[in-house]
């Protein structure tokens, strides 16, 4: 008859794992600054995103973690009507500026000293 042989793997969760969803983690006092600047980072990040998402989504969570408000729902509603507000404000500023060099540029074919 022959024997198997156990194998050991090592289960354990590495401590930045245990942030403010874990028992553990609360248990350590652990809130949003540890997960944005520990357990929520990404390692090797391949690109360079030019946007502010992750701004802005720090900022909703941290407003709403001030209110007492842990609705995932209402920090969403926030989120997106921020993006909301900054891409209006965009479009208009684009439009402005659009604007703006059509009313300085002389008619075509009249030159200008």
Not at 8 to 21: G, L, Q, W, Y
Not at 57 to 70: I, N, P, Q, S, V
């Amino acid at each position: 008859m022959q024997k198997r042989s156990a194998i050991k793997i090592d289960f354990s969760i590495p401590d930045r794992a245990c942030d403010m969803h874990t028992r553990e983690g609360r248990m350590k006092g652990r809130g949003l600054d540890f997960f944005f600047n520990v357990s929520g980072t990404i390692k090797n990040k391949r690109t360079e995103l030019k946007d502010n998402w992750e701004e802005v989504g720090k900022d909703a969570f941290y407003r709403a973690d001030e209110e007492k408000l842990a609705d995932g729902k209402k920090i969403i509603k926030e989120i997106k009507e921020t993006k909301a507000a900054e891409a209006i404000k965009a479009a208009k500023a684009a439009k402005s500026a659009k604007s703006s060099k059509k009313k300085h540029q002389p008619p075509p074919g009249v030159m200008t000293i």
